[in-house]
């Protein structure tokens, strides 16, 4: 299947027991950094179905789970995403859209190859060891919209 010009990030967050949202984020294994859920977009799939086929793969959220749009969107560099200009010399970056996918309290989750440990935590604990700005910003609006 070809890849779609789009990368996604999804953010799985989960009511706590210290009644406060939790996230989960993910250690990457060819990487000593922590993140959300990431990848790109296959053949004619939406951001959204391509948020839910990789939050399926990577951890085993099922795909009827409840996603919130985000507003927040970064860009990618495409050689950072394929290594080359996949979509054309002209093509240098790619959007980044991001949701949040709430996951049952109790629930496990399974890792993939990707990535080699995950940990529920504190928005304060995140947003200090997440690697990526994007994964920051879309914490930060995730955060900000429970808030509310």
Same mark, same amino acid.
């Given at each position: 299947? @070809? ?13 706590? *027991?210290?009644? *406060? ?42 795909? =009827? @789970?409840?996603?919130? @749009? ?5 860009? =990618? ?72």
């Amino acid at each position: 299947m @070809s890849r779609a010009p789009f990368q996604v990030l999804i953010l799985p967050f989960r009511y706590g *027991e210290r009644n *406060e949202f939790e996230y989960a984020i993910f250690k990457r294994s060819d990487g000593d950094y922590w993140q959300f859920i990431a990848g790109g977009g296959e053949g004619g799939e939406t951001p959204t179905d391509a948020a839910k086929r990789e939050a399926l793969e990577e951890a085993r959220i099922p795909s =009827i @789970s409840k996603y919130i @749009s985000l507003d927040s969107k970064s860009t =990618i560099p495409v050689v950072g995403v394929t290594g080359n200009f996949t979509w054309g010399e002209k093509v240098f970056v790619i959007p980044e859209y991001t949701f949040g996918v709430e996951v049952d309290y109790g629930s496990t989750l399974h890792l993939s190859k990707e990535h080699t440990e995950y940990k529920w935590v504190t928005y304060e604990k995140a947003v200090t060891v997440l690697k990526w700005d994007s994964n920051k910003n879309a914490l930060w609006e995730l955060n900000a919209r429970f808030a509310q």
